[in-house]
């Protein structure tokens, strides 16, 4: 055969094969519905179109589906644990405790397993100053991954200090459980001989203050204060009771003073603002003393400490309305005992 010949033969088969892929791909028929990609005619393609669904194709399909409803349902819920988290970020970097705290726990209710997380809340636990809260969460968090080295520092770091505050040797706990029943003169014995013996234990130091301040020995109770500060110098609860018995003796800015180191720990400190409207209030600044506790106010609006100072200063304002609304509040709180719901109602209502 000439080159020719096969040139011919060559072309006429593509020919032919243009014209099958040009006809119906299913039964060869000339005649195919235009306006499609795949080459059907009339009738194959409404059979196609007609043909059952494969059960895998369908048990498949009804997997995405439901991969794709689980997604829509649940990403709102993510998505706002996703800007509590962020703003509770943003808040802590301020130095807004109490606001991150806030955040942070909407966050953990979309986060739970998060050990970061867990770990942001109680950092932000220890600079509102909720010890107690720090300790049982400490606990809590044996056996969770932290996987930022920023973040496990940190939580070391709390960990000793609040070790170094509230832990018990068996010497100490044995005092304890021994005058637990005794006379404040013999709990002041005992407590002020071992601490004598371990100058540097904070909760023998801790506890002498609380007794010196329930007995109005304001001196002595600054004096074991200031050896809780001088070991740690950002403990709250020190500062705090600093403040409120310098405020007592008529020292006002070294009180002032306090309350502005706890505000430096954390902007948002409620008690901190409350201790600075006691302050005004007793020196007769009674509009500046009210700024100072709606802050307070706004930030703990369940603190009954927070709720009798602001009762204290509507009163003072003359706002009687607001101060009875106040007070409702404080008869009908939960924690209130018999003996301060009668003497409230004795000192302000008729």
Do not use: W
Not at 202 to 227: H, P, R, T, V
Not at 233 to 256: C, H, R
């Amino acid at each position: 055969m000439t080159e020719e010949n096969i040139n011919n033969e060559n072309n006429y088969n593509n020919f032919n094969d243009d014209l099958y892929s040009y006809g119906c791909k299913n039964c060869g028929s000339s005649i195919i519905e235009e306006g499609y990609n795949t080459n059907l005619c009339v009738n194959c393609r409404d059979k196609l179109s007609k043909r059952p669904i494969p059960k895998k194709i369908k048990f498949v399909f009804l997997v995405v589906l439901g991969l794709v409803l689980y997604s829509l349902i649940r990403f709102p819920a993510v998505l706002e644990g996703a800007i509590a988290y962020e703003r509770g970020e943003q808040a802590a970097e301020q130095k807004k405790y109490t606001t991150a705290l806030k955040e942070f726990e909407k966050a953990a209710k979309k986060y739970s397993y998060s050990g970061n997380l867990k770990a942001k809340l109680i950092i932000t636990q220890y600079y509102t100053g909720n010890y107690d809260h720090v300790i049982d969460m400490l606990v809590d968090l044996e056996g969770t991954t932290i996987e930022s080295d920023e973040l496990y520092s940190q939580l070391e770091e709390i960990n000793e200090d609040l070790i170094g505050i509230y832990a018990l040797d068996d010497e100490l706990n044995n005092i304890i459980a021994s005058i637990k029943n005794e006379s404040v003169d013999i709990k002041i014995q005992k407590l002020s001989e071992y601490n004598n013996l371990h100058p540097k234990n904070i909760m023998s130091a801790y506890m002498l203050a609380n007794i010196y301040c329930g007995i109005e020995d304001y001196e002595q109770a600054k004096f074991y204060l200031n050896k809780m500060l001088r070991q740690r110098p950002d403990n709250q609860y020190a500062l705090i009771n600093m403040s409120e018995i310098e405020k007592v003796l008529g020292n006002y800015e070294d009180a002032i003073n306090y309350c502005n180191h706890v505000l430096d720990i954390n902007v948002e400190s409620a008690d901190a603002y409350a201790s600075l409207a006691k302050i005004e209030l007793a020196r007769l600044n009674d509009e500046k003393a009210l700024e100072y506790i709606e802050i307070a106010y706004e930030i703990n609006s369940n603190s009954l400490s927070i709720l009798s100072t602001l009762a204290e200063t509507y009163h003072h304002t003359n706002m009687l309305e607001k101060r009875d609304e106040i007070l409702d509040k404080i008869i009908n709180h939960p924690d209130i005992s018999k003996e301060d719901k009668d003497y409230i109602e004795s000192l302000y209502k008729e």
